[in-house]
């Protein structure tokens, strides 16, 4: 990633899972982290697409995948994505126990038909 706008490398994640959805009960099925003020959101394919939403209400372009083994960033400004960046202050996942999607004990048997 040639520009570090919209980062801030040190602040840390908001949580393990997307604020939104743990405040009203929902679910998930991916996460992400704005890159900016360390929100987690659910992915696009998620029921409530919580990560794009924050970066639309806050102007915070810039996402990095919170799930183990994922380093890629997406630039909403630009629509481009990148395989890494800059290291982020840890954790840089979800804990790998977590399930996916998640949360345990919230997610429907039907999951797979709501996804987005």
Known sequence: ????????????PSGSGCAECE???GW?????RCAQCGHI???DDSPAKHGTAHA???GHPVIRSFEP???WFWNYETSESYASGPQLAPPESHPADQPTPGPAGRVPKDWASRLG
């Open 1 to 12: 990633m040639s520009s570090p706008n919209g980062i801030d490398p040190s602040v840390p």
């Open 23 to 25: 405040a009203a009960g």
């Open 28 to 32: 998930w099925f991916h996460l992400r």
């Open 41 to 43: 959101g659910c992915c």
């Open 56 to 58: 639309r209400a806050t």
């Open 69 to 71: 083994g994922e380093t």
